[in-house]
C-alpha cells in the first residue's frame, strides 16, 4: 500500500518527522493521507507517528493508521473533551494535586483504560517518583508495569531527557490469562523530562492509537504546568506523622483525601451524605459521636426509626469509598463503630492538614516565647505551607465545625 499527504500530495515517508535528522527533532505528528492498494481503490487514512520506548527499553518509531470513518469520531470526540478539561484546570487556581486528579479522570475517561498514574522526576534526587494513581490498585499497576518492562524505560527516559512514549504490551499465560497493555508519555518542558502520565488496560483490544493521541496532549499541558508549578514533586506531606499515615485528610482549602499515597476521588462518595459524615467526623476527630447526633445532623426532620437504617447504610457507604477491597463483615481502619458511638480512628494513622497546622502554629508560639527565633520561624513556615485556602471552604453554610 502505498500514502501520500493529503496536504502535499508527496508520499508520507518523504515527510515524516521521525525520518528526519537535521533541525530540531518532531516527536509526533498526526495528519489525514490519501491511501492507494493495489486493485486501485483508496482511502483516507489518519495517521499518527510517534517516537517510542517499546518494552525493554529500546527506542522504536511507531506509526499508527486508522481509517478515517464517522465511527471514529465519537472517539476523537472524547479526546478533544478530555485535553480541554485538563486544559482548563492547568491554567485556572487549582493546586498540583487537582491538576493530577483531573488529568488522571481525563484519560481514563478518554482512552476507557483501567487504571491512570503520574510519576514525577524529584528535582533533587532524579529519581521517578510515583505522585498519584486512579483506577487499579497501585499492586495491579505496579505488576502489569513491571511484567512489560517499562520500569527501565522510564528510568532511560529520564537519564537522556528525551520526550518517549512507552509502549509494553503483556501477553497471557498459563499463570496469568489476563493480558494487558501499559503506555506511559513524558512530561517535557523547555527540553527537559519532569515526569511521566501513564495508563494501563486489562483488555485485549485496547485502542493504543486512541491512548496515544490522548496521552500526548495531556501530557504536554501537564508538562508546561509542572514546569511553572512552584510545588514539591512529592505528595503533601508537612509535619510528623505525615509520611507514614494510612489516611491523609486535607481541610484547608478544598476538601481532598489521600489513602496509601493515592488521591481518592469524591466522586467515589455515591452517597454524599457520606461525605457529610466523613466531614462532620473529621471536625469532632477525638471527640466520639451519638448516632443519635449523626441521624439529627444527616435528618434533621426525619423519623428516628427509619433514620437509623439510613444511617447504617451511609456507615458502610463511607467505609467503601475509603476502603473498597473492605466487605462487610470487616472492621475499618478508619471508622470506629463502638456501641452507640461513631468516630475516627484517633491513632497517627489518619493525619489532619488542620490539626498539623495547629501543631506548627503552636510550636512556633513557643519557640517565640522562648526566644528561639529562627526555629520560631521555621515553624510558622511550615505552618503556613499547610494554609491553602478556609478550613472546609467548601461547607461556607454548615454550623457543626
Known sequence: MSAVDTATGLPCRERCPLAAESGRPRWAESRLL????????GGRLDCLLLKCLVAGGQPANLCFLEPDLDSTREKHYRVLRAVEAVSAVVSGPADI???????????????????????LVDHLTGE??????LGLSADAM???????????????????????L???????????ETPGTYLSAPLVAEGHVLGALAIASRNGEFDIPVASRTLFPIAAQLGTYLRRAPLSTHPPSNGSGAQTARLRIHCLGGFRLFVDGRPVP?????????????????????????????????????DPARTS????????????????????????????????????????GIWVDAEEFVRQAGAGADLASEGRLDEA???????????????????PFSDWW
Open 128 to 133: 521517578v517518583v510515583m505522585r498519584n494513581g
Open 34 to 41: 490519501s491511501s492507494k492498494v493495489e486493485n486501485g481503490s
Open 266 to 302: 469524591l466522586s467515589r462518595f455515591r452517597r454524599f451524605k457520606a461525605l457529610t459524615l466523613l466531614k462532620f467526623l473529621v471536625a469532632n476527630r477525638g471527640r466520639p459521636v451519638p448516632r443519635e447526633s449523626l441521624m439529627e445532623l444527616l435528618w434533621p426532620e426525619g
Open 377 to 395: 520561624i521555621a515553624k510558622y513556615k511550615s505552618s503556613d505551607s499547610l494554609y491553602r485556602g478556609e478550613y472546609l471552604q467548601d461547607e
Open 97 to 119: 494535586d487537582e491538576v493530577l486528579v483531573t488529568s488522571l479522570q481525563a484519560v481514563l475517561y478518554a482512552t476507557s483504560a483501567d487504571g491512570a498514574e503520574v510519576f
Open 309 to 348: 437504617g439510613n444511617l447504617r447504610v451511609v456507615l458502610h457507604a463511607l467505609r467503601r469509598a475509603l476502603e473498597p477491597e473492605v466487605n462487610g463483615a470487616e472492621t475499618s481502619s478508619f471508622v470506629v463503630c463502638a456501641g452507640d458511638l461513631v468516630h475516627l480512628e484517633p491513632s497517627s
Open 166 to 176: 512507552a509502549v509494553g504490551v503483556k501477553s497471557g499465560s498459563e499463570a496469568d
Open 142 to 164: 505496579r505488576a502489569l508495569r513491571q511484567s512489560v518492562s517499562v520500569d527501565r524505560s522510564l528510568k532511560l527516559r529520564a537519564d537522556s531527557h528525551l520526550p518517549l
